[in-house]
């Protein structure tokens, strides 16, 4: 019988078993940042600008060139190109493009489906939504609001102006002097090289071409309808410009008497053509005039199709149809 050495197996204590297993060392990941926009969705990704430092999300686009300030946001779908500069708390958003050498400072936000390109200027709390279209050298201040599908090629809006809806305006000028009273422009209208001051209102599809529009009082100067104000026509003070109505190379200034209270009211199938009123009874009586010859004197007719014979037509465009952005392309190869 063969015995075989064997060497005994020692178990080491359970103190030295614990010191023995293998140490774990957790390695912390890197988080991409968030940041969030106020709009309702919490913090989402997102990341800072290398130009400029300001806060972009990660599901907008915005190009290298583009300067966003170290206090403005980019967010949503928002794209943003070409050499746009965002100042102060400047915001874009939405579904919004932007390109050229587009400014946006202070408080002013781009949201929406808008399109704001070339030389435009946003500051203040000025505000453009909707799918508006704004183009050239526009420049707006002061709480200026742009909604819905209006189109601008060059424009100036100083003040609360509101244009909506599907208004054209081209190289005109809207001031307004307060928040309660204010150049509204709404409607399928037309401002084509118009200037456009105080409390006034234009809607519907009424045109304003080569015209200036004043109105510093409570009452509203109002353009509506199919109106037409036209070929260096001066309107100042509350009226009501409506229907068929048409002034031409004319001056009306009817500032209210203290027995009467009520607004001017120039409809119909009214033609004031090389007029010059300074009150309001001037101009009441040519129109109980008008009235009693079918709404016009002189050589000034309406024609079946709307135009004015012996106005030339260029002047008197047919009204505007929302044709999206390449209605403005258009306006900019043709001196309007």
Not at 156 to 176: D, F, K, M, Q, Y
Not at 265 to 290: C, D, K, P, T
Request: one cysteine or more.
């Amino acid at each position: 019988m063969t015995f075989v050495e064997t060497t005994p197996v020692i178990t080491p204590p359970v103190e030295q078993l614990e010191e023995m297993k293998p140490i774990k060392i957790k390695v912390r990941k890197k988080r991409a940042p968030k940041h969030d926009f106020k709009n309702g969705f919490g913090r989402v990704f997102a990341h800072r600008h290398d130009h400029g430092k300001g806060w972009v999300a990660d599901t907008a686009k915005v190009e290298d060139t583009v300067y966003v300030g170290p206090r403005c946001e980019i967010f949503d779908h928002a794209i943003v190109k070409g050499n746009t500069r965002l100042e102060g708390r400047a915001k874009i958003s939405g579904h919004a493009v932007v390109s050229g050498r587009v400014i946006v400072r202070q408080n002013a936000h781009i949201f929406g489906a808008a399109v704001v390109r070339d030389a435009t200027e946003l500051s203040d709390f000025s505000r453009v939504g909707g799918n508006a279209h704004i183009s050239g050298t526009s420049r707006l201040f002061d709480a200026a609001c742009v909604y819905g599908s209006a189109q601008l090629f060059s424009v100036t809006l100083v003040g609360p102006c509101r244009v909506s809806e599907a208004a054209l305006i081209v190289r005109s000028n809207l001031h307004s002097d307060s928040p309660t009273s204010f150049v509204e422009i709404k409607g399928d209208c037309s401002v084509i090289h118009g200037t456009i001051h105080g409390n006034v209102l234009v809607d519907r599809r009424a045109q304003i071409i080569r015209s200036t529009l004043r109105c510093y009082l409570p009452e509203k100067l109002h353009v509506t309808d199919f109106a037409i104000v036209a070929d260096e026509s001066t309107v100042g003070y509350a009226a009501i410009i409506k229907e068929h109505a048409v002034v031409i190379r004319s001056s009306i200034y009817t500032q209210y008497s203290n027995d009467t209270a009520t607004t001017p009211q120039i409809g119909g199938r009214a033609v004031l053509q090389h007029q010059n009123f300074r009150s309001r009874v001037e101009l009441q009586n040519y129109l109980n005039l008008l009235a009693q010859h079918g709404g016009r004197l002189g050589a000034a007719q309406i024609m079946p199709n709307g135009q004015i014979a012996g106005f030339p037509a260029r002047q008197l465009p047919q009204p505007a149809t929302p044709l999206g952005p390449r209605r403005i392309m258009r306006l900019q190869e043709v001196d309007v």
